[in-house]
């Protein structure tokens, strides 16, 4: 089966010049959507709840009344956004199969822009884990091969776009969530400055790691689907004195650090996809380690499940048996770490972030592959590459917390591969609030990549 | 013994038309806290270091070269601030008795000011306490009654100014160490906002309660002395964008809360004492209660165990024998604490700061007494005031602990008082970051009261 890239600029001048009609792309999204359904990339997709949209947006095309360039536009919405419409259930037994009578400040953003919620997308349980195999609604399965893992959380998001069933859909991100998926299905994702957009009313995992984020089909469509997640939102206290989006100036040959090193290992697949990708972008590049690289990740561990039993303290408590066996098991580990671990975790990552910070010194960006390794079959329980053998869990977020412990600004793009092989993503990390800079080097080099395609 | 009371502003004035040199202040000064050697206010004082500095202070103004209005003024220093020519051992045995190399930033700002470092106070040890009862250099005492504590921690620099050996000392205030022994002792003393006043050089109680401010003989010295404390120092992070300070304008006649009710009792010689000088002060007043006062207090004592715990597990680890038996009880319960109690304490601090803001709405205060007592006698272990029956520890802390856990910026100020009677203070608790107006509001008052004495 094909895989389509319709990206969200060629709809938007599709519907622009009148070649294509908001319902025309509805019903094409909801045809590839069951054409694609093997995938189980959608939790919920209603076709008149989407239909309606697509006539309004059609009717205000015509009576001259555009909201915005991506009225009509159809978006897919990960299942831990509230929805006015659909249920939330974070993919969880925990949560009623209701609509919840809000939407997601960037949900509302979006609609009042015009976009048009096909539905909402598969994803691990809670966001709790990146590989999408663990789901109330069942695993998810890559459109470039069915017999192997979409990663996750952001999952069902991940291959909806890359079978282009929508041009861009709705990730979260506390340790890849958004990049993971992104790079193992072959499509854009980015992962914002801890604090830039809105989390209100996405359902939390971890408050001081989560981030929320589009997922899309090019890089474009990424600078389109920003200014509906960026800027201050009083329900998100961490938004404030966040900036809106600014238009992104053209970047000049970026200057780019390759973290390298003991915790840092990839497969020679993945490096040489890597190395290949960044002597063709013709970017300046030099190679650094980072050190203590576990000492980070324990500090992140202890943060991401510390913060996720409080948060789910009063429901576990009430009824463990609603969540996974692995979701109880990290609630637990949670539940167990003392003050003086957390206060101990928040300290490292202080050292992290002036870590970081030091070593990006005037450099444009960090660079590392997303992921350590190709999208894993469904069945492998672990992963071996470099020396290393390690959990899938833990192969799907080997690099990506990172940015997330540190907050600074994260995005994956897919790099050149020879046809027939496993997608391959490259990511760049920028400086924290300094979205627009990084997105302005990796437009600078995707178009070096596409050139040479 | 007299009280003497020489303001700052007064000393600054003797300087200026020569009718005083800093040597005679110098000299003055030494010669009081000699005096007044049984207070066990000064746990430093070299003469030779003293009137190097002064000699100094006298030359530059001679050569027309004086750094400051404040160049040649004495100033005590809370033996918790580094300094370079005096030992810094917050008056513990875990620290040795030397001079630590270094001045924290706001002696170094006072120092390129020309202040003259007078001496180190004597202090509760490592600040953990509020009686200065607990201290390595023994109890300190009270100068309006020898019998009775000064409160702390910074009950050193309470009984210096407050016996005018000193007109302005520091203190630092983690659950109300500066405001407690101004109260007490009968002097003006602020705890700004948080993250307006460097603590760099200041050894942490708990850094996310921790304050410096100063305490001095004259509401007028707090403006004076406060320009050393606020802005910017990349050595705080809690500083970053932090404003210097501002001139304090004049304030019209206040609109002021006084809080009351469960949690809120004082004793009945304290509550007249302040509904007198309300009345007197012609300051607009309603009354209102806070609830959840008990959570509240539970958070802040959990933050406060927690992170003094972490701050303290080496040096405890290895010689938990250097402590007091009351601290080493402290730290063993901070280092009990779960993470997800230190998450619940965070949570409640966050509702505390909502409901602070919202019952203060567009009024200009919060006013509380300072303390439900007067200064306690030294042999006093309990405390009973309006049905309540609390330890004389949490007797000092009683009030103040709230302005911590908000971080909103504090002051107490003396009242009015009967000749023989003992001091009791108003306090007063203004918006984050609005430190200059919360002057203006108690300098309104403080007229109005001392035209009434």
């Not at 499509?187 to 359902?203: E, N």
Request: aromatic share 6%.
């Amino acid at each position: 089966m094909t895989i389509a890239h319709d990206s969200m600029s060629s709809q938007i001048a599709a519907l622009a010049d009148g070649s294509r009609t908001a319902s025309s792309l509805a019903e094409a999204a909801l045809g590839r959507a069951k054409a694609f359904s093997d995938l189980n990339a959608f939790v919920a997709v209603d076709e008149p709840i989407v239909m309606r949209q697509a006539r309004a947006a059609d009717q205000r095309r015509r009576l001259g009344r555009r909201l915005s360039p991506i009225d009509g536009i159809p978006i897919a919405v990960k299942d831990n956004y509230l929805t006015i419409d659909y249920p939330t259930t974070a993919c969880s037994n925990a949560l009623p199969f209701e609509p919840s009578g809000e939407d997601a400040t960037v949900v509302a953003n979006l609609r009042r822009a015009g976009a048009v919620v096909l539905g909402k997308t598969n994803m691990h349980e809670w966001a709790y884990g990146a590989t999408n195999s663990t789901s109330s609604f069942g695993a998810t399965r890559n459109p470039h091969d069915r017999n192997r893992i979409t990663g996750g959380s952001s999952g069902g998001s991940g291959a909806a776009v890359a079978a282009g069933i929508v041009s861009a859909a709705l990730g979260s991100d506390t340790g890849g969530s958004v990049r993971i998926p992104s790079a193992a299905c072959g499509i854009y994702g980015f992962k914002p400055s801890y604090g830039r957009a809105s989390r209100h009313g996405v359902l939390p995992l971890s408050w001081s790691l989560d981030a929320p984020g589009p997922m899309t089909a090019s890089l474009e469509d990424i600078s389109l689907i920003l200014p509906y997640f960026f800027g201050q939102d009083a329900r998100d206290p961490a938004t404030d004195g966040a900036k809106p989006f600014q238009e992104a100036r053209s970047s000049g040959r970026p200057r780019l650090i390759h973290l390298v090193g003991p915790g840092l290992e990839r497969s020679n697949e993945v490096d040489g996809t890597l190395r290949a990708a960044l002597d063709a972008s013709d970017a300046s590049v030099r190679e650094s380690t980072l050190d203590h690289m576990d000492s980070y990740f324990a500090a992140w561990e202890a943060i991401l499940h510390c913060e996720a039993s409080a948060y789910h303290v009063q429901r576990s408590n009430a009824d463990m048996s609603a969540y996974s066996t692995v979701t109880q098991a990290h609630l637990v580990a949670g539940g167990m770490l003392s003050g003086l671990d957390l206060i101990k975790a928040q300290r490292i990552r202080s050292h992290l972030v002036e870590t970081l910070t030091r070593g990006l010194g005037d450099w444009d960006a960090l660079v590392l592959p997303t992921l350590p390794i190709v999208a894993p079959r469904e069945d492998e329980e672990w992963q071996e590459f470099s020396g290393r053998r390690v959990t899938t869990q833990d192969s799907m977020t080997w690099f990506c917390w990172i940015g997330n412990l540190a907050g600074f600004p994260c995005i994956s793009i897919p790099m050149p591969r020879e046809p027939g092989l496993m997608p391959v993503g490259m990511m760049l990390m920028g400086r924290p609030g300094e979205d627009e800079a990084l997105l302005a080097v990796a437009e600078w080099i995707d178009k070096k990549l596409k050139r040479n395609v």
